[in-house]
């Protein structure tokens, strides 16, 4: 029997049903690699911000109401509206989700900043999310999450090479504990995120509300016990300060990982933390003068070969 032949007005309109899905997926893989490397160049950004923040003299707290301030009063109509939805889920996992990665984490990576250069906090931080997830999520749901376990040892190896290294200077030591908790606060935060299953809008509105709550009495507290540093601030670098951290941090990277994951797949996008610490700390040499040495290198290319490895095993 002689196969099925398609007629010549068939052929060609499978041919232009095909073409522009084709064309379709393409445009698909092109903004997720866009919304991709914009959320990286964010990422790299928010610890040049920290840094310089550190480096002019103004206090955590006080770069915390740029960063928390304007998407707060943003979001504020979505916290409110949606306030059964967040009502719904958990107050241990809503509690995680703003410690990991609202304005107590932001506090302590601020500090840790003040003690350390970027190339060191944009490595420890993200390089070591893999590890302490696995970590975290082994102790709640079994030994199955460190299959992964020689791409983790590679992370640890990482770390425990910016630690051996430089440990003799007390200043850096103080910078990397703190940069460390934070990579543990963040972990909390990813697996409870998780969890609570909190869409990107309803993750950032909860974040940045809560966080303006709580920062706004601090922030009172602080303004008695010195001058604030912020009106002293100048124009072009707060301006700066308010576009990383309020709209960058605040708004566009949630959002922009989220379309990444729905465009390219959660493995792809992941893998982009670790291309963080190279972005950051070649920002960071011309910026603040920072050249980082041997162990610096060594560390942060275990840490970023050790998150590669991991998403390559997934």
Do not use: N
Not at 69 to 89: I, Q, S
Not at 93 to 109: H, N, R, S
Not at 210 to 215: D, E, T
Not at 217 to 222: A, D, I, M, S
Request: charged share 10%; with cysteine; aromatic share 8%.
């Amino acid at each position: 029997m002689s196969s099925p032949t398609l007629s010549p007005s068939a052929t060609l309109a499978s041919a232009a049903t095909t073409q522009p899905q084709d064309e379709q997926g393409k445009q698909t893989q092109w903004l997720g690699w866009a919304a991709l490397a914009l959320t990286l160049c964010i990422w790299a950004a928010f610890f040049i911000s920290l840094r310089a923040g550190a480096r002019a003299a103004l206090p955590p707290v006080e770069l915390a109401l740029l960063r928390f301030g304007p998407a707060g009063l943003l979001l504020a109509p979505l916290l409110w509206t949606r306030r059964a939805r967040f009502a719904a889920v958990p107050a241990r996992l809503l509690l995680l989700v703003v410690a990991g990665a609202g304005l107590p984490y932001f506090l302590i990576a601020g500090w840790g900043m003040r003690h350390a250069p970027v190339a060191d906090g944009a490595t420890l931080i993200p390089g070591t999310l893999p590890l302490f997830t696995a970590l975290l999520a082994a102790a709640l749901h079994g030994r199955s999450a460190l299959r992964r376990w020689p791409a983790l040892l590679c992370i640890a190896a990482g770390v425990a090479t910016l630690l051996a290294l430089r440990a003799g200077q007390a200043d850096l030591a103080q910078g990397y504990s703190l940069f460390l908790l934070g990579s543990l606060m963040w972990s909390a935060y990813t697996l409870a995120l998780r969890q609570a299953k909190l869409a990107p809008i309803e993750a950032a509105a909860l974040i940045s509300g809560v966080s303006l709550i709580l920062l706004l009495p601090l922030l009172g507290w602080h303004a008695l016990q010195q001058p604030l540093a912020l009106p002293q601030l100048p124009a072009s670098q707060l301006y700066l300060q308010l576009a990383i951290q309020g709209l960058g941090v605040g708004l566009l990277s949630t959002l922009g990982y989220s379309m990444a994951v729905s465009r390219l797949g959660a493995e792809r996008s992941a893998t982009a933390g670790a291309l963080t610490p190279v972005l950051a700390t070649l920002m960071a040499m011309p910026l603040f003068g920072e050249q980082p040495d041997g162990g610096t290198l060594l560390g942060m290319a275990l840490i970023a070969a050790g998150v590669l490895w991991s998403q390559r095993q997934r």
